[in-house]
């Protein structure tokens, strides 16, 4: 459902301050009885209630966050809000709240500035979340790929430490490749994160290449691409002062940068290999 309605809000504000020390039956007595909080009808706080049982917020585990923060941070993350995902983009700063968050933020008593600050919150906290569990599938995935279509000797070095710059390693002979994987879900945005220790290991390491594998739903792989270490560098930004320099750059990659496959493991593939590792 979409976010909910102004006065289910503020109901479902009522029911988690008195709940805990009143009860159910009693809070709905309160509410359906006394003219303070007549404002609402009794529907709404049934509704309300409902909302509350469906996102979990009745099990208190956000208990230290003020009451609006809590219930505006559900509507976030269980409403069907279309902008939520691309939120680094669509709400860049306070005045930029698309209405129904800033409705939201309104009925619930916060500034511009709080919901934009929790948006940004909750977002971070699930973005994590959400690329480290596509991310380890896409690796998972690959390597399973990659070790049905070459006898090459493929190691997961990611999963022994992040300290590499690289994902994978592929080695035969006098050819290697050091794959950094980056993986998706999305259909209409290819981005991703580029750490400084992958920056460094991809300027001196001429085997390191980034690939963007696109999943399904389902976290099977759709499509791989391959993306230029030359043109990631041009994206990246510059260390302006001897005292700063960037830790993390976000980078969103036009559809004309990405080779179809991965061209430089053609020495190394057998007859027959998968195509989608191919040009």
């Not at 559900?74 to 709400?91: M, N, Q, R, S």
Request: aromatic share 8%; glycine share 8%.
């Amino acid at each position: 459902m979409p976010v909910p309605p102004d006065p289910v809000l503020l109901a479902a504000v009522r029911w988690v301050e008195k709940l805990p020390a009143n009860g159910r039956a009693r809070c709905r007595a309160l509410f359906t009885t006394h003219a303070e909080y007549s404002d609402i009808s009794p529907t709404q706080y049934d509704a309300a209630y409902r909302w509350l049982e469906e996102t979990g917020l009745l099990d208190g585990s956000e208990g230290a966050l003020p009451v609006g923060q809590r219930v505006f941070r559900a509507a976030l993350l269980t409403g069907d809000v279309y902008w939520f995902a691309d939120a680094d983009l669509h709400v860049r700063e306070p005045t930029e709240l698309p209405i129904d968050a800033g409705r939201a933020a309104a009925a619930l008593g916060l500034s511009e500035l709080e919901a934009y600050q929790e948006i940004h919150a909750v977002r971070g906290k699930v973005d994590a979340a959400e690329r480290l569990r596509i991310g380890t599938a896409g690796e998972t995935a690959l390597i399973e790929l990659l070790s049905s279509s070459t006898s090459a000797g493929i190691q997961h070095v990611a999963a022994h430490s992040d300290g590499y710059g690289y994902d994978i390693a592929v080695h035969a002979g006098q050819h290697s490749l050091h794959i950094e994987a980056k993986s998706t879900t999305r259909r209409n945005r290819l981005m991703f994160f580029l750490s400084r220790r992958e920056y460094e290991v991809m300027r001196y390491d001429p085997s390191w290449q980034l690939v963007i594998l696109q999943l399904t739903e389902q976290l099977a792989i759709a499509a791989i691409g391959s993306v230029s270490s030359t043109w990631i560098e041009t994206q990246l930004p510059d260390d302006q002062g001897s005292y700063g320099r960037w830790d993390t750059c976000r980078i969103d990659v036009p559809p004309e940068q990405v080779t179809r496959g991965i061209p430089r493991l053609a020495p190394v593939l057998r007859e027959g290999s998968a195509a989608l590792l191919r040009e």
